[in-house]
């Protein structure tokens, strides 16, 4: 089975960095998708960035240019830079890895909350 665990969130002015990690364990296949979703409260889950396996980055509009996303295959890990952190970036970041047979692996989340 595959687990997935998720690092670096914490508190964070508006304007600073975190980066985030999520690295894989367990049986540990090949991922066509690695990505993050969030979800703040009383909002629905939301995707944050998407990288496939030697393909092109999707990132959701409200942080294109703040955040890049990042993958270490041999490490089994993904990771997300965030800039320029707003309040609205205030959520639970979960780390999601798709098999090349279409399993679907998330992690328990890792919360971000910017705030002065």
């Known amino acids: 089975q595959v687990q997935l665990v998720e690092s670096g969130g914490g508190l964070v002015q508006p304007g600073g960095s975190l980066r985030l990690s999520c690295t894989a364990s367990?049986?540990?296949?090949?991922?066509?998708?690695m990505g993050w979703y969030r979800q703040a409260p009383g909002k629905q889950r939301e995707l944050v960035a998407t990288?496939?396996?030697?393909?092109?980055?999707n990132y959701a509009d409200s942080v294109k240019g703040r955040f890049t996303i990042s993958r270490d295959n041999a490490k089994n890990t993904v990771y997300l830079q965030m800039n320029s952190l707003k309040p609205e970036d205030t959520a639970v970041y979960y780390c999601?890895?798709?098999?090349?047979?279409?399993?679907?692996?998330w992690g328990k989340g890792t919360l971000v909350t910017v705030s002065s």
């Open positions: 990288m496939p396996s030697g393909g092109r980055t």
């Open positions: 999601k890895a798709v098999t090349w047979g279409a399993a679907e692996n």
């Open positions: 367990g049986r540990t296949p090949s991922f066509y998708l």
